[in-house]
Every structure is written in C-alpha cells, then in structure tokens.
C-alpha cells in the first residue's frame, strides 16, 4: 500500500469547507492507502497565539477528526513527534534562504499580520514553515499528498528540498512526493459569496461543522443570494453555493429537484435554503452523536491518541536514525 500523509492545524473550530475540502477526502482515502494524518501543533506557533488554548484546539480537532471517521490508529499529534523538529533543522540546512522568501503563504501571513499592525512580529518559525512541513511529508516516507491549489507551492518545495538532500549526500534516500489531486467542492462564505469559507473572515463567513442544528439552520436561512452583481442566465454565487453544499452532503435527489426548478424559473430561494439546511443537518448529525460518545470517555480516547502517537513515532525515529548517519551526526 502506498503511503498518504496530510496534516491540519488545530485551529480551533472545523466548518464544513475544511470538511468536503479535506477531511470527507481523507476519510475516504483509508480504504486504498495507508494514511498517515497529523494535527500539526507546532505549525500553530508561527503565528502569534495563547498555549492553554493551543493545547485545548489540539485536542479539539482531535476528537474532530475522530467523529468524521478518521481511524485512531492513523492520527498523531505533531508535538508527540519531536523528531519532525529534528529532521525540519537538518533539512533547513540544505534548503536556500532565497527558496523560502519566494513562498506565497509567507508573503500572505507577514501582509496579514502586518496590516493588523504595523510593526507586527514576524518570527523566523513563519519563515521555515515549509521546511517543517517538508520534514512532516518526508519523515513518513509518504508517496502521495492530498494537497489543495494552496499548498502546491510548499509540495513543491519538499520535492526541490528532498532531491537537494539526496544529491548533496550522494544517496536515493529520499522519494519525491507527489501530489494527489482529488475533487473537493471549493464551499463559500455564506456572509460573502465572493469569498471562500474561511476562520479568518469572521465568525459569520463560516458554519462549524459541530454547531447546533439552530444555528447551521439560522446561517443558512440567512445565507446571501443575491449579491446585486447578477449576470444576466448566470447562477449567483450564493445560489451555486447553497447546490454545492447539497451536492457535496450526497443529496442528489434534492439537488437534482431544484436544480429543475431552476431551470424553469420556479426556484424559491427558501425552499433551495430549506433542503441545504435539511441535507447539513443530516449529514451532521451522527458526527455530533460521536462526538459526545467520545467526549464521555474523554481521558480514555486521549490515551489511544498518545499511543497512536507513539506507534506513528517509531518510524519517524527510523528515518531520524538513518538521516542521523547519513548526515555525519554522532
Ligand atoms: P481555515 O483557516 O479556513 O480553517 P485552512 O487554510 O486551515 O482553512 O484549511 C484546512 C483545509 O481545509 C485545507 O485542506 C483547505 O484546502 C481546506 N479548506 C479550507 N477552506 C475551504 C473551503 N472554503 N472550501 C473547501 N476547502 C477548504
């Protein structure tokens, strides 16, 4: 079997972009590879943040990922794994400084940063993120990433960083990952039709995953569906969203009805609201079950998650052990 591996942020909350844009697709790849999926704890310190809260949003996401399917056995927690760190300082070393300055993400997070404020602190953690997240890729010895348009740039780079590693020490050590393009429906903003689903835009711009089924209905009834920029026999965005939503939550029956309807010109926009509602609830709904059973045996799960951790961790030290000798380290 080949090797997949991806990884998240503990961010906090998870919508239901970050769930049909990766995590439906990660749950569904356990069938044909052998995962690999990390909550990436030490990413989160590259921008400024609070640990008690760190460590909670860790856990948070765990027990997340835990309820959308995703199996206990292939989860760990990057902070259990400190080897990462390790192999991200060897690799930084052959990897340019001018290779990192050209990364887009860094550019994007210094530009967000700094329109907060001004003199904002940019850390150099920010700067050698993509070296992490090559060390993450090339630890496990994964063959594929599932990776989004976003991320390209930085697979790329641990491509660039992995043939620089085996040329400048002679050796075929480490594969080239490759990336493993699947379809994930791109969800919008519900506030802003204009703009993707994102955390950063604000609480209204994105429906977590886990919320009540009165809030998601509340979100949805008053989602944008209009945004008085209509073209002329084009959907708006808003209206392309809401089908989307319903497509991606398996609804076909739904979705095939009003698309008709539409069609006709007899769509009513509550009634379009009132089925994406329908289909995120039901699709949501075992998700929360589990996630209560699973908070009631919080303690316990965690364990499992440590020991996961500590079996993922034993290959990590292999590759270190290997790397180790390979680099001239005593
Ligand atoms: P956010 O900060 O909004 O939570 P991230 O940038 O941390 O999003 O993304 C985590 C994962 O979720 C990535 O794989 C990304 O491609 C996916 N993702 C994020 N937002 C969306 C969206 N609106 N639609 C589809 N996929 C998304």
């Not at 070393?93 to 003199?119: I, P």
């Not at 802003?192 to 886990?210: R, T, V």
């Not at 398996?250 to 009132?274: H, I």
Request: glycine share 6%.
């Amino acid at each position: 079997m080949k090797n997949v591996l991806s990884c998240i942020q503990p961010t906090g909350d998870l919508h239901i972009g970050n769930y049909f844009g990766a995590v439906q697709n990660w749950v569904n790849l356990q069938d044909t590879y052998k995962c690999t999926y990390g909550v990436v704890d030490y990413h989160s310190m590259t921008m400024p943040y609070d640990p008690a809260l760190l460590r909670e949003n860790t856990w948070k996401m765990v027990f997340y990922l835990l309820s959308c399917g995703i199996k206990r056995e292939n989860l760990f927690i990057q902070g259990l794994v400190p080897e990462h760190v390790e192999l991200c300082w060897i690799l930084s070393c052959v990897t340019s400084y001018g290779e990192l300055q050209r990364m887009t993400q860094f550019k994007e997070k210094t530009q967000q940063l700094q329109e907060k404020d001004k003199d904002a602190f940019v850390s150099a953690g920010l700067f050698a993120y993509p070296v992490l997240q090559a060390a993450d890729i090339l630890i496990y010895r994964a063959d594929y990433v599932p990776v989004g348009k976003d991320q390209e740039q930085h697979l790329e780079l641990s491509r660039n960083i992995a043939q620089r590693f085996n040329h400048q020490f002679g050796k075929e050590y480490f594969i080239h990952p490759e990336p493993l393009f699947t379809e994930t429906p791109k969800i919008l903003s519900p506030a802003d039709p204009n703009k993707k689903m994102s955390k950063s835009l604000g609480e209204k711009h994105y429906i977590n995953l886990f919320s009540e089924e009165d809030r998601i209905r509340k979100q949805i009834k008053s989602a944008v569906t209009d945004t008085g920029e209509a073209v002329e026999g084009e959907m708006s965005p808003g209206v392309k969203n809401l089908f989307e939503i319903i497509r991606a939550c398996g609804n076909m029956a739904a979705y095939d009805s009003l698309m008709a309807d539409y069609t006709s010109g007899a769509l009513r926009y509550s009634a379009l609201k009132e089925a994406t509602a329908d289909a995120l609830v039901a699709l949501i709904h075992p998700f929360r079950e589990r996630l209560n059973e699973l908070n009631a045996n919080k303690t316990a799960i965690q364990a499992e998650i440590r020991e996961s951790s500590a079996v993922i961790r034993q290959r990590a030290q292999e590759t270190l052990r290997e790397v180790r000798e390979i680099v001239g380290l005593c």
